[in-house]
Structure formats: structure tokens, C-alpha cells
Nanobody, 124 residues
């Protein structure tokens, strides 16, 4: 069983930055691809970014490309999402997810484990 705990959410004005962290309680963290997804009330959870188990491959949603950066530190069992130039439409609950052996996939069905999420609110 893998437990994922997100942190770093909060409220920020448009144009600002936040860094989200997700720490996993598993010894084999380096075997998991990690993804970030977000969800707003009444909408389906949408893909934001993903990183392969080695960190060598990253993929982003078009809506965040050039503004968000996903990275990982396998020694700390942590994946990060650096968010810059934030927009009000980035407001959502952001969750991290783990995919054993994955290469970084946009499809949420590939992820076996999920965190509880952290709220990000961007005001105009």
C-alpha cells in the first residue's frame, strides 16, 4: 500500500507562484511514475503533469505547458509541481497519484494510488 500526502497548496493572486509537494510512504518510490491531476466541483478530474519513475520523461497538459514544472527527488520520496504565472482557471484541488512501473501517463486509470489533494485558489 502506498500513501501519498500533498502539501503546499494555498491562495495566491494571478501571476503568482506555488510549489506543491507530494511525499510517498513506500520504499520503492523510484519504481513509480508520478502524476498530478486537478479537479473542480462538478467537473471530471483532469491531467496536469506526469513524470516517469526515473525522472527522465515528463509530460504536461497543454493548459499548463510552459508555466508548470514537475520534478522528483527519489531520495526524499517526493514529487513536486512548481506552478508559475498562475491563472484563476488553475483554481482546483490538486492531487498526486502513483503508477507502478509507469513512464508518465495522462490517463488517470493507470494510477493505482491517490493522495487526498490540496486546494489551490488563484484570485484575479
Amino acid at each position: 500500500q502506498v500513501q501519498l500526502v500533498e502539501s503546499g497548496g494555498g491562495s495566491v493572486q494571478a501571476g503568482g507562484s506555488l510549489r506543491l509537494s507530494c511525499t510517498a510512504s513506500v520504499r520503492t518510490f523510484s519504481h513509480y511514475a508520478m502524476g498530478w491531476f486537478r479537479q473542480t466541483p462538478g467537473k471530471e478530474r483532469e491531467f496536469v503533469a506526469a513524470i516517469s519513475y526515473s525522472g527522465g520523461t515528463t509530460v504536461y497538459a497543454d493548459s499548463v505547458k510552459g508555466r508548470f514544472t514537475i520534478s522528483r527527488d527519489n531520495a526524499k520520496n517526493t514529487v513536486y509541481l512548481q506552478m508559475s504565472s498562475l491563472k484563476p482557471e488553475d483554481t482546483a484541488v490538486y492531487s498526486c497519484a502513483a503508477d507502478f512501473g509507469g513512464l508518465g501517463n495522462q490517463d488517470k486509470k493507470n494510477y493505482e494510488y491517490w493522495g487526498q489533494g490540496t486546494q489551490v485558489t488563484v484570485s484575479s
